[in-house]
């Protein structure tokens, strides 16, 4: 599920009996470009359990974090501004997290040391390309009945005889598309999301619209 998060604000001030701004401001601060991404501005918001940090980089990219209570999230993509507004556009699709896949022999040794040394089924632990596991990720075998989990080793909805595409649901909302493979003979199949951090984390929202008001940035629906 996508979380709305200026509802889920408004749910929070509610349960805790906490009077909230509808309008959250983020204000711009006073930054230092770091590493090799010149920032172009920093806008920080900070009230009670309500944290909110947006980066955004002179190359159009950007990046955005927030906490509410015990919940973090983040996105990343390119921001463009049009009318007064900033436009924040999320560089992940969550039903197309781009994806590649590899063989492996049997003898392969998996460096995370973390699972199991071999998996009965087809395939090894999706992991990104920083070598992370997604630990909770299905994969989904020729149709979206059978899956498989490299977790638990084990595979539900049917029993296919021959693989013949698959496709990845990472956690929750985000999938790969369609891909499709090859089964080789004493080969396992490793499925890498080209993405270089875990997804749990990572929030699934398309757009986010803030108006400009001098240094302040004002969000809106």
């Given at each position: 599920?996508?979380?709305?998060?200026?509802?889920?604000?408004?749910?929070?001030?509610?349960?805790?009996?906490?009077?909230?701004n509808?309008?959250?401001?983020?204000?711009?601060?006073?930054?230092?470009?770091?590493?090799?991404?010149?920032?172009?501005?920093?806008?920080?918001?900070?009230?009670?359990?309500?944290?909110q940090?947006?980066?955004?980089?002179?190359?159009?990219?950007?990046?955005?974090?927030?906490?509410?209570?015990?919940?973090?999230?983040?996105?990343?993509?390119?921001?463009?501004?049009?009318?007064?507004?900033?436009?924040?556009?999320n560089?992940?699709?969550?039903?197309?997290?781009?994806?590649?896949?590899?063989?492996?022999?049997?003898?392969?040794?998996?460096?995370?040391?973390?699972?199991?040394?071999?998996?009965?089924?087809?395939?090894?632990?999706?992991?990104?390309?920083?070598?992370?596991?997604?630990?909770?990720?299905?994969?989904?075998?020729?149709?979206?009945?059978?899956r498989?989990?490299?977790?638990?080793?084990?595979?539900?909805?049917?029993?296919?005889?021959k693989?013949?595409?698959?496709?990845?649901?990472?956690?929750?909302?985000?999938?790969?598309?369609?891909?499709?493979?090859?089964?080789?003979?004493?080969?396992?199949?490793?499925?890498?999301?080209?993405?270089?951090?875990?997804?749990?984390?990572?929030?699934?929202?398309?757009?986010?619209?803030?108006?400009?008001?001098?240094?302040?940035?004002?969000?809106?629906?």
């Amino acid at each position: 599920m996508i979380i709305n998060k200026f509802y889920l604000v408004m749910i929070l001030g509610l349960l805790f009996g906490i009077q909230l701004n509808a309008q959250v401001r983020l204000d711009e601060i006073n930054h230092r470009s770091s590493g090799n991404k010149p920032i172009w501005k920093v806008y920080i918001h900070s009230e009670f359990e309500d944290f909110q940090e947006l980066k955004l980089y002179r190359d159009k990219s950007f990046h955005y974090q927030y906490t509410i209570g015990l919940l973090s999230k983040f996105f990343m993509g390119k921001w463009e501004v049009m009318d007064s507004l900033l436009i924040l556009v999320n560089g992940i699709d969550r039903k197309g997290i781009p994806t590649k896949i590899k063989y492996k022999k049997n003898d392969f040794e998996d460096t995370t040391g973390m699972i199991r040394e071999f998996n009965k089924g087809p395939f090894l632990m999706p992991r990104n390309k920083k070598g992370e596991l997604f630990w909770g990720s299905e994969i989904l075998i020729n149709n979206d009945s059978i899956r498989y989990s490299p977790f638990f080793d084990s595979i539900f909805g049917g029993n296919p005889r021959k693989i013949e595409r698959i496709k990845v649901n990472y956690v929750g909302e985000f999938f790969s598309r369609w891909l499709n493979v090859k089964e080789k003979r004493g080969y396992k199949i490793l499925v890498v999301g080209q993405i270089p951090f875990l997804l749990s984390g990572y929030d699934a929202i398309k757009i986010m619209k803030f108006r400009i008001s001098g240094t302040s940035l004002i969000e809106i629906d």
